[in-house]
């Protein structure tokens, strides 16, 4: 069977490239054809017209497809999730000087942030702030973040949505004061040396859900192999011992095209965030394998929850039920004893 697969240039496409390239596909009976998308939004709408077979999706746009709060309405399913973790929230350099934080512990950080926002919007010139989707564990984290040190996003920060490809470039030209976003586009900004990488997305909410394969409902009942082969691939990525031949795989022009030890760092948490090569180190930063996989409903309730408060939607019984049944834990339940 032959598949395309749509995914953007992130660490946590990982398991797609790994299960297309090292034969965990071909075990399975698979061919996968991997559909590298500039955007979210643009990876949404192939998905919803047929373009697409499947997709890496961010999760609470996967919800949102699905309600048809974002794009066509488009009948979806989540039969894996793909990864925990991997964002980070980095600001260029002149605000990080401004900031003058006293250590990098997370309120700290944030108290420092929201002192600056505040002024430059009493002074009518507010931090523009880069999230990759609206709907998106990024823009939480990141008004997470704000309500951390008493800030409200709304009001006293202008939030703009860029494509991760691009995040790190319109950092670098002064379009935007700072960004949250998935590895490896922080540690670019840090290596090119205009970022500086704030808080890691594991620090502020550990074990965040990020990325989910995303189906057409459709395809349910057929997607047994595709699931085992990305749980294997996954299970593959999550082991240390083979972080440097995933950081080469990932580095290719065709995938990511980002130089290997950016990768590496960001596969084994040991993350640079300032152009002195200062570290911080979670070994959870971005999480792949057993603890990912399984689709969790819950998850689905969080992400309904966010997005009621970020404004996005009015929460219902009957809402959260059907955020919850695009969740499938019985589809992986039922590969993997396959």
């Not at 700290?108 to 505040?118: K, L, N, P, S, W």
Request: charged fraction near 25%.
């Amino acid at each position: 069977m032959r598949l395309a697969l749509g995914y953007v240039p992130l660490v946590d496409a990982a398991s797609l490239i790994a299960a297309a390239e090292l034969g965990f596909a071909k075990a399975e009976g698979l061919t996968l054809d991997l559909v590298r998308e500039p955007s979210w939004a643009t990876l949404r709408d192939k998905l919803a017209v047929g373009h697409l077979d499947g997709a890496h999706m961010l999760a609470p746009l996967a919800i949102a497809s699905a309600l048809g709060l974002s794009g066509p309405l488009t009948r979806l399913c989540v039969p894996m999730a793909l990864n925990l973790n991997g964002n980070a929230i980095t600001v260029s350099r002149p605000l990080w000087e401004a900031m003058e934080a006293a250590d990098d512990e997370v309120d700290t950080v944030a108290a420092a942030f929201a002192h600056i926002a505040m002024r430059r919007e009493r002074e009518g010139r507010p931090l523009t702030l880069g999230t990759v989707h609206p709907f998106s564990s990024h823009t939480y984290q990141l008004r997470i973040f704000a309500e951390r040190g008493g800030l409200d996003l709304d009001t006293q920060t202008r939030l703009v949505v860029i494509p991760p490809p691009q995040i790190a470039e319109a950092l670098r030209r002064e379009l935007i004061d700072g960004f949250c976003v998935g590895s490896p586009w922080n540690s670019v900004a840090v290596a090119e040396g205009y970022g500086r990488i704030a808080v890691l997305g594991s620090e502020l909410l550990p074990d965040c859900p990020e990325k989910v394969l995303a189906l057409p409902e459709s395809e349910a009942p057929r997607c047994a192999p595709l699931v085992r082969a990305l749980d294997r691939a996954g299970r593959w990525c999550a082991d240390p011992g083979n972080s440097a031949e995933l950081a080469s795989l990932l580095s290719r022009d065709g995938y990511l095209n980002v130089p290997a030890p950016i990768l590496e760092r960001a596969l084994t948490g040991d993350v640079i965030v300032d152009s002195d090569g200062r570290r911080r180190r979670d070994p959870h930063f971005s999480l792949f394998g057993e603890r990912a996989h399984r689709p969790d409903p819950g998850h689905a309730d969080w992400f309904v929850g966010e997005a009621e408060r970020a404004g996005q939607l009015v929460a219902s019984d009957e809402l959260r039920s059907a955020a919850r049944a695009i969740y499938r834990p019985d589809l992986f339940d039922a590969a993997l004893s396959g």
